[in-house]
């Protein structure tokens, strides 16, 4: 997946803009998009439906200056096309870890687990708090534990969203750089 890029809020402003003319009415429509591609993953059997979900919203939106002049129709339809993207390689990586994966490397997961330790202690408490509550439980659970952390943080879903995702880029790219220092 690409990590690199971040939804910025001018990129979401955007995405919005695109979707429909009125801000109610695009929000309407990011949620029914957001919500049908979730459920395309899980149907799939994707183990992380909403991480490919945001993969998905974020590669549609990076390439909105190329689409806005070109496409015409119904803008979900291009969702679900860069989602079957996604999805071909979502399962080529699936493929290539049983594949090329040799029996557990117990010293690297371990070096790994210390690694993310540190990088959620040098966050804040409140940002710490957020994506361990955030990425905790399954399904429906996951749900509703979300809705109750945006109303805790007096924030929209999808500002909680955004907010989870650059937390979990900025905790990535800590544990790659601890992993290299370390190993």
Not at 32 to 52: A, M, S, V
Not at 79 to 99: D, S, T
Not at 115 to 128: G, I, K, M, P, T
Request: with cysteine; aromatic share 8%; net charge positive.
């Amino acid at each position: 997946m690409n990590k690199s890029w971040v939804l910025s809020q001018e990129s979401f402003d955007a995405l919005l803009d695109w979707l429909a003319p009125e801000r109610e009415q695009a929000g309407q429509k990011y949620e029914e998009i957001r919500t049908r591609l979730i459920k395309i993953f899980t149907c799939r059997g994707c183990y992380e439906p909403e991480d490919l979900t945001d993969e998905t919203i974020n590669r549609v939106t990076n390439r909105l200056t190329e689409i806005r002049g070109h496409f015409r129709g119904d803008q979900a339809r291009y969702f679900y096309g860069v989602a079957n993207k996604v999805h071909l390689e979502y399962l080529r990586r699936k493929q290539l870890q049983h594949i090329d994966v040799p029996e557990t490397d117990s010293s690297r997961i371990e070096a790994e687990f210390k690694c993310l330790e540190l990088c959620l202690d040098r966050l804040s408490a409140e940002n710490r708090h957020l994506v361990l509550q955030y990425y905790q439980l399954e399904r429906k659970a996951r749900i509703d534990q979300r809705k109750a952390l945006a109303k805790e943080f007096g924030i929209k879903l999808n500002a909680l969203r955004i907010r989870a995702h650059r937390i979990r880029a900025t905790l990535l790219e800590c544990v790659q750089e601890c992993l290299e220092r370390n190993l």
